[in-house]
């Protein structure tokens, strides 16, 4: 595709969390002919994150959380997600984990890759890479939340798989990346 692109101009509209660009772009279509497009895009950085379950006891740890985008769309604005965050320079497997020992408390070791994918690639650059992990009881270091500095004020919460499936289908579960795990989760046949 790179011999089917022409970057004409780009301008650089925000650099605040993240950086939103306007580019002015030909691009070359399927039938040779040119085509002049004008695109934003905002790119945060990529990430990573986690879902966490008990085998043992059929539950999964997410997390509930405000979401600005979210409340300001009109919906309520406490999304229930899987830990997530920026990579920061991180390698995708020591942010999963990361991540989930500061939302949710619990420290993981056997973490498994299931994706990497852009979650929303008409206007966002971020490539999310997804994990699962098993954990239990003695994985708990810490009562988790966040990070206050970093303006995180996270619930966790630990739910029985089949409760969570119930939530997803009726749309109290919203998230994508939180979809795709839990979706991951039920076709592995790793909580039965």
């Known amino acids: 595709m790179r011999d089917r692109v022409r970057i004409l101009a780009e301008d650089v509209l925000s ?4 950086t ?3 580019t002015t772009l030909e691009y070359r279509r399927g039938d040779g002919s040119w085509q002049r ?20 006891r059929r539950t999964v740890i997410l997390t ?3 979401r600005f985008p979210v409340w300001a769309h009109g919906d309520d604005g406490a999304l229930i997600e899987v830990c997530a965050g920026k990579l920061d320079g991180d390698d995708p497997l020591a942010c999963a984990k990361k991540e989930a020992e500061e939302e949710s408390g619990f420290r993981v070791h056997d973490v498994v890759q299931v994706a990497t994918c852009y979650m929303s690639p008409g206007s ?4 999310l890479h997804l994990f699962i992990a098993a954990c239990d009881s003695s ?3 810490s009562a988790g939340g966040g990070l206050a500095h970093e303006g995180e004020d996270i619930e966790v919460l630990e739910l ?14 919203a998230d994508a990346k939180t979809i795709i795990l839990l ?10």
């Open 124 to 127: 966002v650059t971020e490539k």
């Open 64 to 66: 509930r959380q405000f």
């Open 160 to 173: 029985g798989f089949d409760a969570a499936m119930a939530m997803l289908a009726s749309g109290e579960i």
């Open 15 to 18: 650099e605040n969390w993240g």
């Open 183 to 192: 979706q991951h989760l039920r076709l592995s046949g790793l909580l039965g």
């Open 20 to 22: 939103v660009k306007k």
């Open 37 to 56: 497009q004008v695109r934003e895009t905002y790119d945060r950085g990529d990430g990573a994150a986690i879902l966490l379950y008990d085998p043992a």
């Open 139 to 141: 994985s708990r270091v």
